[in-house]
Nanobody, 119 residues
Framework: QVQLVETGGGLVQPGGSLRLSCVAS????????MGWYRQAPGKERDMVAS???????NYVNSVKGRFTIARDNTANTMYLQMNSLKPEDTAVYYC?????????????WGQGTQVTVSS
């Protein structure tokens, strides 16, 4: 069982930057999919960015060019660098790891970190 812990959230002004980290309690080297999701009040949880163990990266259109996802398997950590933040980026951000081993799926979620973009 892998536990994920997000850090780095906070209050930032529009146009500012934050860097989120997701630290895993175990190795993520064999975790196929890792992603950042966010959930704003009254809305569904949506994927923001993802990266596979092979380095395939995807972003939701609204953050392309502003957010950068990265994973460091040696440090068992995933990052989300968020630049040019907008008020609509305000949400609780969650990290997720998903993989499948011998037919068994493993789906890990962190507890979330609040990001608030406001002047």
């Amino acid at each position: 069982q892998v536990q994920l812990v997000e850090t780095g959230g906070g209050l930032v002004q529009p146009g500012g930057s934050l860097r989120l980290s997701c630290v895993a309690s175990g190795s993520i080297a064999n975790v196929y999919f890792m992603g950042w999701y966010r959930q704003a009040p009254g809305k569904e949880r949506d994927m923001v960015a993802s990266v596979t163990d092979g380095g395939i990266i995807n972003y939701v259109n609204s953050v392309k060019g502003r957010f950068t996802i990265a994973r460091d398997n040696t440090a068992n950590t995933m990052y989300l660098q968020m630049n040019s933040l907008k008020p609509e980026d305000t949400a609780v951000y969650y990290c997720r790891g998903w993989t499948k081993v011998s037919g068994t799926e493993f789906d890990y979620w962190g507890q979330g970190t609040q990001v608030t973009v406001s002047s």
